[in-house]
């Protein structure tokens, strides 16, 4: 990648998003983090966000610029001119949700808008590309569909780079139009990977119902697919072993334990829900735990901040395969990856790690460097830096 663009320093970045802190989201968490670790080496950092001025926080030499009429006509006017105003050169890098920028998903003079920004580079960051259609699909999701690949076939004719969170979505970006490669860049996790020892103890003190009791974390929504998983996995691996405790967070979690024990009754007791809780809160929590247990019916992927969580905290993660796995997951020896997206084969994986702690400090130990090298914050800001190349997933 190197010499294809202009000098990282010798430009302006303005990263445009449909979410900014102090909105909730994972773009927004991303997206501040990526203009934070910039504007930490030297650059000139701009963010263009919806909302109201009253409401902007700011990294650290950092500009926020809001747009109250969000990226609308009339915003679309007014992004216009104030990029006008500023000196150039510019990179545009768009973190590229359709429904965040509003217009129910389907913001073609979004999409026209950065089409003619010939002045400027413009760099595409897919965290989605665009809605699904098929035959026994609505007709309104069927337009939904259609337009919202429309806009992502545009804006590909006009980027100079292209950049994917999961490779997944390969197969929807299709050349032509596309005249770059696209660089595979996975999301960071958005919790901190360091929680104070102190506060990590102090949450396991507090889960552990004895001093060998086992910590068996997860964190979720408990959506029906993931949540039909966890109930047909954990109480096996409980009644296994009368040591392990279940720890449940995230929203939903109370709600499951609730059902799960209704169903299991002899596991009152054994079932801990802690619901939604604050970064901090919930990174010292996963630290506490001693194994996660995270299975995803499509597969274990990048998309998938709650496992990259874990990675980045170095515990030990049990996880499984499926068709929205990427390559390098495949014999990583950063966790314990189940073939297939079974419950029986996730129980499997579960049970030979749990039955073998000696193992779990060497698992959390390849977690944490694999997670350094392929997807933390450092790694992006290497591979936006061109410090180092993203893996291109296909070339044109």
């Known amino acids: 990648m190197s010499g294809r663009h202009q000098d990282a320093r010798s430009v302006s970045w303005h990263l445009i998003t449909g979410e900014f802190p102090p909105q909730p989201g994972g773009v927004s968490d991303y997206t501040w983090q990526v203009a934070e670790g910039l504007a930490r080496e030297g650059c000139a950092v701009h963010v263009w966000a919806p909302g109201e001025p009253q409401d902007t926080l700011s990294p650290k030499g950092v500009t926020v610029h809001r747009l109250p009429e969000g990226f609308g006509v009339r915003g679309l006017g007014r992004l216009e001119r104030e990029l006008e105003r500023l000196p150039g050169p510019k990179r545009l890098v768009v973190q590229y949700v359709p429904h965040a920028f509003g217009y129910r998903a389907m913001n073609v003079p979004f999409a026209l808008w950065l089409a003619r920004r010939r002045r400027d580079e413009v760099w595409m960051f897919f965290h989605e590309v665009c809605f699904p259609w098929g035959w026994k699909l609505p007709w309104r999701h069927n337009v939904l569909g259609a337009v919202t690949r429309a806009m992502a076939a545009i804006v590909l004719a006009r980027a100079e780079r292209v950049f994917v969170s999961t490779l997944w979505w390969n197969r929807l970006l299709h050349a032509p139009p596309r005249r770059v490669p696209i660089e595979w860049l996975p999301v960071p996790s958005n919790l901190p990977t360091q929680p104070p020892a102190s506060a990590v103890a102090s949450i396991r003190g507090s889960l552990r119902t004895a001093p060998e009791t086992v910590l068996i974390g997860h964190l979720g929504t408990y959506g029906d697919l993931i949540a039909g998983m966890?109930?047909?996995?954990?109480?096996?691996?409980?009644?296994?072993?009368?040591?392990?405790?279940?720890?449940?967070?995230?929203?939903?979690?109370?709600?499951?334990?609730?059902?799960?024990?209704?169903?299991?009754?002899?596991?009152?007791?054994?079932?801990?829900?802690?619901?939604?809780?604050?970064?901090?809160?919930?990174?010292?929590?996963?630290?506490?735990?001693?194994?996660?247990?995270?299975?995803?019916?499509?597969?274990?992927?990048?998309?998938?901040?709650?496992?990259?969580?874990?990675?980045?905290?170095?515990?030990?993660?049990?996880?499984?395969?499926?068709?929205?796995?990427?390559?390098?997951?495949?014999?990583?020896?950063?966790?314990?990856?189940?073939?297939?997206?079974?419950?029986a084969a996730v129980r499997k994986a579960a049970e030979d790690l749990l039955s073998a702690p000696e193992t779990w400090p060497a698992f959390g130990q390849r977690a944490a460097d694999f997670y350094t090298e392929n997807f933390s914050l450092a790694h992006t800001l290497n591979v936006l830096l061109d410090r180092t190349s993203a893996r291109v997933v296909e070339d044109t």
């Not at 929590?285 to 299975?295: E, F, G, H, I, N």
């Open 230 to 343: 966890l109930e047909e996995v954990l109480p096996p691996l409980l009644r296994q072993d009368s040591r392990r405790v279940a720890v449940l967070a995230g929203r939903g979690g109370p709600r499951f334990a609730e059902q799960l024990i209704a169903r299991h009754s002899e596991l009152a007791g054994r079932v801990r829900a802690l619901g939604g809780l604050p970064g901090d809160e919930l990174s010292a929590t996963l630290k506490a735990c001693d194994v996660l247990l995270q299975p995803f019916p499509d597969g274990l992927s990048t998309r998938r901040s709650s496992a990259m969580a874990g990675l980045a905290l170095g515990v030990p993660l049990v996880s499984n395969t499926g068709p929205a796995t990427e390559p390098p997951w495949h014999g990583s020896g950063a966790l314990a990856l189940a073939p297939e997206p079974t419950s």
